[in-house]
């Protein structure tokens, strides 16, 4: 059977993740996997809609750089983290390349010397994929009056 969630408490993790997030320039996305959660299940946890298990709590901690009072909200640490603007990363992954990544990181070292051999060869045979071309700024013209 389930416990009731703590509704104060969730919110004060959820409020200290998302600060320590941002802090570290790092999507939901970005923590979720390193955490080993789904980004819908951390997303909720950051709205502080439902509290993590003890084990999920340390990986947490470990992820965001905190210690667990301070996302608990308790002791000293409580009050250590305001928000800070963060800068957006410069570049993230696609969600399918997170998702294979993921799966990768689950397989065998065998299995995953034999996916490498497939994608090297897949990517030998594709023909190459033109550069993105750079976004130029646009100038004003000086208003004259």
Same mark, same amino acid.
């Given at each position: ?33 390193? #955490?080993?959660?789904?980004? *819908?299940?951390?997303?909720? =946890? @950051?709205?502080? +809609? %439902? ?5 999920? !709590? ?26 800070? #603007?963060?800068?957006?990363? *410069?570049?993230?992954?696609? =969600? @399918?390349?997170? +998702? %294979? ?5 689950? !397989? ?26 750079? #976004? ?10």
């Amino acid at each position: 059977m389930r416990e009731p969630v703590d509704h104060k408490l969730a919110a004060i993790l959820g409020g200290a993740a998302r600060v320590a997030r941002l802090r570290l320039g790092l999507t939901q996305s970005d923590v979720a996997e390193r #955490v080993g959660m789904a980004m *819908e299940v951390y997303s909720r =946890l @950051e709205r502080g +809609r %439902m509290l993590p298990r003890t084990q999920t !709590l340390k990986r947490l901690c470990d992820v965001l750089q905190v210690s667990s009072d301070t996302l608990l909200g308790v002791g000293r640490g409580g009050a250590s983290l305001t928000p800070v #603007v963060s800068r957006k990363p *410069e570049r993230e992954d696609p =969600l @399918e390349l997170r +998702r %294979m990544t993921r799966k990768l990181r689950e !397989l065998e070292p065998s299995q995953l010397r034999a996916v490498s051999r497939v994608v090297n060869a897949v990517v030998a045979v594709m023909p190459p994929v033109a550069p993105a071309k750079p #976004v130029r700024a646009v100038r004003r013209r000086k208003a004259t009056g």
